[in-house]
C-alpha cells in the first residue's frame, strides 16, 4: 500500500498507468491480482482494466488538505478521529501494540478469571465431561469492580489511573408549600440550587478488569455547603447456584440448591461529605449520615437480605407426547441481617400438567401447589385450572380459576381464586389491555404471602410518529394470609390511575405532560392525592441538554392536606 504519495494517473487503452511523484518505495506492495511490475524498482506499475489507486491527482484536493484523515496526515494533524474516518484499504491501520497487560498474560489472564466473578453479569460456572450435567456457578458483584469502560473515553490517564468526566450541570428547584406540615427554620419554601459534576475514577487490574468508583460532587450556594460522594447507588451481591441434570428413563430430573445475598453494603461510604441544602420536601446534597449519625450509610445490616433454595425437579411428556407433566419440591430459608438470626422457612410442592400439542386452540393446565411457612405444622394448597390462547387475530386470552384453602394451624377460610387477562391491538396504532381477579402471591426472597383482589386497564395510541398517549387505571387490595387480619394494618385498598401525554415536535425537543390519582379507600386511612406535571427537555448542543418541569400536587386527608407548586430548572453537559 503507498501512503503519502501523489499519484497521476493517465487512460492507455485497457490500462491505467501510474506514475509515483517525489517519493521513495521503502518495501515491495504486494501486486493487485494480474498485476505486473514494470521495472526493477517498482517505481512504475501496470494494472488491469478497472484497477488503480485512489485518490488520483483530480480526486485530491476534493479530500480538503492535510487536515483531513484520509490524505494520510503527513502534513499535518488529522485529529483524534483518523480510525472512523479512514476506509479500509485506502490508508493502513496500524498494528496493535499489545499494552502491559497483554505482554504478561500468564499473570493477568489468571487475575482476570478470579476477578470476573465480582463484576456485574459475570460468573464461575465448573462443569467437566466426567460430571455431565452437573455444574457449580459462583456470582457476586461487590459494587467495586467492573468490564464496561474503555481506557480511550477516559479525560485523564495516568499508567493505571484513569479519570474520566462524565457531565458537569446545574439546576435549581422552587416550591411554594401550603399547609400545616413544619419544616426547619432554614428548610421552608423558596429556592434552592447546585452545581455538580459527576465522574468516575478507575484503577486498571487487569486488561478489560477495573476498579470504579462514580461520584458526583456538588457545591449549594445558598448553604454555601460542599457535597461529595462515591459509590452512590452500588449494590452488592451474591449467588451460588449447583446443579445436577440427568434423564431416568423417559424423566428428566435435577437437583438445584441456589444461594443469593443482598448485603445492602457500600464500601465507599466513609467517603461522603454531607453537603445539604432544602427548600420544603425538597432537597439537593448528601445526608444520609444526618439522617442517621450513628451508622454508616446502608452498612448497619438492616438492609441485608440472604437466602437458600434447594429443590428437585422432575419432568416427562404423558399422554401421548402432546402433554408434559411437571413436579417441583423445595425448601427455601431467608435470613434478614448480617447476625442470620432473623430466619424464616417456606416448603413448595408443585404438580402441574400442561398441554404442548398443536390440536387444540387454547392450551389448557392443571396445577396443583402446596406451600407450609412453619415447618409443616399448617398448610396452604391451591388447586387452578388455567387457559391460555388466541380469541382473534387481534386478541390474546389468558385465564385462571382454582381454590385457596388452609389446613392445620393456617388460616383455614378457603377463597376462590381467578383472573383473566385481554389484551386487544384495535389498529396498528393502539392497544388496550384488561386484567382482573383475585390471586395469591408468595414471595420469592422474604417470608410473606398475600391475596390481593385487583382490575385494571390501560390504552395506549400513537397519534403520529412524534405524539404518544396513554393512559392507565387500577383499584386493589390485599391481605397478609399468614396472619390472616382482614381489614387490619396490613390490609390495603388503594384505587389510582393517569394519563400521559408525549409530543416531541422537533428532532432535538420533547414535551410530556401528565396527571396523576392515588386514593386510599380504607376507611381508618383515607386519603386523595393529585400530582400534574409538565415537562420541556431540549438538546441544546451535541451533548448539552436543559430541562424545565412545573409540577402541582394536592392531598387531603390523614393527618393534613397541603397544596403545592414546584418548578424545576436542570443544565448538563456530558462528556
Not at 506514475?19 to 511490475?37: I, K, M, W
Not at 488503480?52 to 494533524?77: H, I, K, M, Q, W
Not at 452498612?299 to 411428556?317: E, H, P
Not at 416531541?504 to 380504607?522: E, G, Q
Request: hydrophobic residues 40%; proline residues 4%.
Amino acid at each position: 500500500m503507498f501512503t503519502g504519495i501523489q499519484l497521476n494517473s493517465f487512460a492507455l487503452g485497457r490500462m491505467v498507468l501510474c506514475v509515483l511523484v517525489g517519493t521513495t518505495l521503502h518495501a515491495q506492495e504486494p501486486l493487485l491480482p494480474g498485476a505486473q511490475a514494470l521495472t526493477d524498482d517498482s517505481t512504475l506499475l501496470l494494472l488491469p482494466d478497472g484497477a488503480g489507486y485512489f485518490p488520483t491527482e483530480g480526486e485530491f484536493p476534493l479530500l480538503r488538505g492535510a487536515a483531513n484523515s484520509r490524505t494520510g496526515g503527513v502534513d499535518g494533524n488529522i485529529g483524534p478521529d483518523l480510525r472512523m474516518q479512514t476506509a479500509t484499504d485506502l490508508f493502513p491501520y496500524e498494528e496493535p501494540v499489545p499494552n502491559f497487560y497483554q505482554r504478561h498474560p500468564h499473570i493477568f489472564r489468571n487475575l482476570d478469571h478470579l476477578l470476573g466473578i465480582f463484576t456485574p453479569n459475570d460468573a464461575w460456572t465448573i462443569e467437566s465431561q466426567e460430571m455431565r450435567n452437573k455444574s457449580l456457578t459462583l456470582d457476586a458483584n461487590t459494587g467495586l469492580l467492573t468490564r464496561s469502560f474503555s481506557p480511550d473515553l477516559a479525560t485523564v490517564k495516568l499508567g493505571p489511573l484513569y479519570f474520566d468526566l462524565l457531565w458537569v450541570g446545574a439546576g435549581a428547584i422552587w416550591s411554594d408549600f401550603n399547609g400545616r406540615q413544619t419544616f426547619p427554620p432554614d428548610g421552608g419554601d423558596g429556592v434552592i440550587s447546585y452545581v455538580d459534576l459527576g465522574f468516575r475514577a478507575l484503577f486498571r487490574f487487569t486488561d478489560t478488569i477495573y476498579l470504579s468508583a462514580a461520584g458526583q460532587l456538588m457545591y449549594l450556594p445558598q448553604s454555601n455547603e460542599i457535597a461529595f460522594g462515591l459509590g452512590y447507588g452500588n449494590q452488592a451481591s451474591i449467588g451460588i447456584d449447583l446443579f445436577f441434570g440427568d434423564t431416568w428413563g423417559e424423566w428428566d430430573v435435577s437437583f438445584t440448591s441456589a444461594f443469593f445475598g443482598r448485603p445492602g453494603l457500600n464500601f465507599y461510604a466513609d467517603t461522603w461529605n454531607d453537603g445539604f441544602d432544602r427548600a420544603g420536601r425538597y432537597w439537593f446534597g448528601f445526608q444520609q449520615r444526618r439522617a442517621n449519625p450513628t451508622q454508616q450509610f446502608a452498612n448497619d445490616g438492616r438492609g441485608a437480605l440472604f437466602g437458600n433454595t434447594v429443590a428437585f425437579n422432575a419432568s416427562r411428556l404423558v399422554l401421548g407426547g402432546a402433554w408434559r407433566f411437571w413436579s417441583r419440591l423445595s425448601h427455601t430459608d431467608f435470613w434478614q441481617g448480617f447476625d442470620f438470626d432473623n430466619h424464616g422457612k417456606r416448603e413448595q410442592l408443585s404438580l402441574l400438567l400442561g398441554y404442548e400439542g398443536s390440536i387444540l386452540p387454547f392450551a389448557p393446565r392443571f396445577s396443583y401447589d402446596m406451600w407450609s411457612f412453619d415447618g409443616f405444622e399448617s398448610l396452604f394448597h391451591q388447586f387452578m385450572v388455567g387457559l391460555t390462547g388466541r380469541l382473534t387475530e387481534n386478541i390474546n386470552w389468558a385465564s385462571n380459576v382454582g381454590y385457596l384453602f388452609g389446613t392445620g394451624g393456617a388460616n383455614s377460610q378457603g377463597r376462590f381464586l381467578w383472573n383473566m387477562s385481554l389484551q386487544h391491538n384495535i389498529t396498528a396504532r393502539t392497544n388496550h389491555w384488561l386484567s382482573f381477579g383475585e390471586m395469591f402471591f408468595a414471595n420469592d426472597v422474604a417470608d410473606e404471602a398475600i391475596t390481593t383482589r385487583y382490575l385494571g386497564y390501560g390504552l395506549t395510541h400513537n397519534f403520529a410518529r412524534n405524539l404518544h398517549f396513554s393512559i392507565f387505571g387500577q383499584i386493589s387490595d390485599r391481605e397478609d394470609v399468614l396472619h390472616g387480619r382482614r381489614g387490619g394494618f396490613d390490609a390495603s385498598e388503594r384505587a389510582g390511575g393517569g394519563a400521559i401525554l408525549t409530543y416531541k415536535p422537533l428532532d432535538f425537543t420533547a414535551i410530556s405532560a401528565s396527571i396523576m390519582h392515588d386514593t386510599s379507600l380504607k376507611p381508618t386511612d383515607l386519603y386523595t392525592r393529585w400530582l400534574s406535571r409538565i415537562q420541556i427537555t431540549q438538546q441544546l448542543s451535541m451533548r448539552l441538554t436543559g430541562t424545565l418541569m412545573y409540577q402541582y400536587e394536592e392531598s387531603s386527608g390523614r393527618a393534613a392536606g397541603f397544596t403545592e407548586h414546584m418548578v424545576q430548572l436542570g443544565l448538563r453537559r456530558y462528556f
